[in-house]
């Protein structure tokens, strides 16, 4: 069992380009999020599934985009990049809503220059 | 909106200290809460969860006690290791998708 795999580890950007930050969970486990981690401050919640073909925004969606064609997959999209983009992102999944634990992958740096 | 507020660090302690960290949230109904630990390098896990007041969550010798009256979730140790120098998050879920909203973060270090 993985968990939550998230590639890469690591990404240099320059600003305008695009990428996509790759999420997979072997868990079998229904709802999936994705959040940012700036500096000195907690998580903040950028998208997030309850399901396949089912997505919803959080706290910060503007510049990113996502896909749920998978139970498995849950890629993160960013367009344009912005410097405001570097941070460190988090996919995680839980098995439903919120009493339930959410298991995070290792996370991917990402540095827009 | 919901929020969660944490004291402040980094927090700098010996080893077999007593430790508090303090946690409060603001909430419309009846949101499940969470304390996650990030070593560092790495993602965030679950160290201890509440579900309703009342509730206490304890692991690996932590406790954190679901006060409704009081909108707190303090974490607290007994006895700190150097094993356990890490950031802590409380967070409270709002029950719908489950998604969670984090407090900024306490880095606890503890010296031998």
């Known amino acids: 069992n993985a968990g939550v795999t998230q590639t890469p580890k690591f990404r240099i950007l320059k600003i305008g380009q695009s990428m996509t930050l790759q999420c997979t969970q072997d868990?079998?486990?229904?709802?999936m999020y994705w959040y940012r981690q700036d500096p000195g401050m907690g998580l903040k919640l950028i998208y997030y599934?309850?399901?396949?073909?089912?997505?919803d925004k959080g706290e910060v969606p503007n510049g990113y985009n996502v896909s749920r064609s998978t139970t498995e997959d849950f890629p993160l999209r960013l367009e344009l990049a912005a410097p405001s983009q570097t941070s460190v992102y988090f996919c995680?999944?839980?098995?439903?809503?919120?009493?339930?634990?959410?298991?995070f992958g290792p996370g991917t740096r990402l540095t827009v220059t | 909106g919901d929020s969660v507020t944490q004291m402040e660090g980094p927090v700098t302690l010996s080893e077999e200290a007593f430790l508090t960290i303090n946690c409060t949230y603001t909430a419309t109904g009846y949101p499940s809460l969470f304390w996650y630990v990030q070593y560092p390098g790495e993602g965030l896990q679950l160290l201890l969860k509440?579900?309703?007041?009342?509730d206490k969550g304890s692991n690996k010798g932590f406790e954190a006690t679901y006060r409704k009256e009081t909108t707190s979730f303090h974490l607290e140790k007994g006895s700190v290791q150097v094993s356990d120098s890490a950031v802590y998050f409380c967070a409270l879920s709002d029950n719908q998708g489950g998604k969670l909203i984090f407090g900024q973060g306490t880095e606890l270090s503890v010296k031998p």
């Open positions: 509440a579900t309703k007041a009342d």
């Open positions: 599934s309850v399901g396949a073909g089912i997505t």
């Open positions: 868990m079998n486990h229904n709802y």
């Open positions: 995680a999944s839980s098995y439903s809503g919120a009493t339930y634990e959410q298991y």
